[in-house]
């Protein structure tokens, strides 16, 4: 919960700081544009206002108009960056529609300094969002996904959209139960978003974003089991680190982790056969969805100079801290 807040106060701080910068920037504007009615009250209603009016228009029009409608809402965009914020400065200090411009031309270049400290700062060592594409963190985390009933207990049961099977497709429940659930709503739902905090250290268990050592240009999210040196089995379902059974946090009791995968025939590590022993900077991860997720169990090749199961720490991008979108799935992990 802690690094929950830590990712709040980046969020909030950012945006706080953004404000004040817009409305620093705007006061310079307005003083080379000659306003005379300037004041630190005025200032500040700007400085909010136009945030607050992009919002609503944005809100609005995404909710009247279907995505098809793209030209007018690009139209609307335009109006809502460009217009807006002049007319707004030309109403509250009484400008000209070319001086308005002239003072809202010196606030963007706040703008321009807040992305440069989002993609300098920010993202690399703060926070960073994700959306999520596959179901192999399934039911904890979800991509684009349909939705069934679970045959064994009745909670709700998930699985992607798009596998190819004749039959009904094994789904995953919210209390990991792998079945074949009967009554499957096929509209495809959205996956969850994700934000991912740079600066924790990340422990067993945790969830964590990591750079695939194959192929380092894709990122997947997977759960921490395996910290370095240990050797990591997978047996009856449970997962044992250096010959001792791990028990895992409430929240993760009842997935079934499994040492043999139906329809693969490569080596499958952590099995009995195959133990996965771990450098002094490797890391261990596998799927909540042990039926579906392709993860260290299956990995052949690995980065250079690793064993082929194994995220070496250098790959590690972030530990999860939230879902926050749908904000009916909002969750804080850490
Ligand atoms: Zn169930």
């Keep these: 919960m802690i690094a929950t807040l830590l990712v709040g106060s980046v969020f ?3 945006l706080v ?3 004040a910068l817009w409305g620093f920037f ?3 504007g307005l003083r080379w544009a000659k306003a005379k009615s300037v004041s630190v009250i005025r200032i500040a209603v700007v400085t909010l206002l136009v945030p607050v009016l992009d919002l609503l228009i944005t809100a609005v029009s995404h909710a009247v108009l279907s995505d098809e409608a793209l030209g007018v809402l690009i139209a609307i965009r335009l109006v809502v960056t460009f217009v807006i914020p002049c007319m707004i400065i030309g109403m509250i200090f009484h400008l000209s529609l070319l001086r308005s411009l002239q003072a809202w031309l010196v606030a963007l270049v ?6 440069l400290l989002v993609f300098l700062v920010v993202r690399p060592f703060l926070v960073e969002t994700f959306a999520i594409p596959t179901n192999s963190m399934a039911p904890t985390i979800l991509g684009q996904h ?4 679970c045959a064994k207990c009745g909670s709700p049961a998930f699985c992607s959209p798009s596998l190819d099977f004749a039959g009904s497709p094994q789904m995953i429940c919210s209390r990991f139960h792998v079945s ?7 509209r495809v739902y959205q996956g969850d978003r994700i934000v991912a905090a740079k600066f924790l250290r990340p422990d067993r268990w945790d969830i964590v974003i990591f750079r695939f050592p194959e ?3 894709v990122l997947f999210a997977k759960r921490l089991v395996g910290l370095p040196g240990e050797t990591i089995e997978i047996r009856d379902g449970c997962v044992l680190a250096n010959g001792r059974k791990l028990t895992p946090p409430p929240s993760v009791q009842g997935i079934e982790y499994l040492s043999e995968v139906e329809n693969y025939h490569g080596t499958v590590w952590g099995s009995a056969d195959h133990p996965a022993k771990l450098g002094n900077d490797e890391y261990f991860v596998l799927g909540d969805f042990s039926a579906q997720a392709r993860d260290s169990r299956l990995w052949e090749r690995g980065a250079a100079g690793h064993s082929p199961y194994a995220v070496p720490a250098s790959n590690m991008v972030g530990v999860v801290t939230n879902i926050y979108w749908p904000n009916s799935r909002w969750i804080a992990f850490r």
Excluded: A, E, H, K
């Design 12 to 14: 909030v701080g950012t």
């Design 17 to 19: 700081f953004s404000l």
């Design 26 to 28: 705007l006061s310079l």
């Design 110 to 115: 706040s703008q321009l300094l807040i992305m």
């Design 146 to 149: 349909w939705q069934g009933t």
């Design 180 to 186: 074949q659930p009967q009554n499957i709503d096929r």
């Design 215 to 217: 192929n380092p240009s």
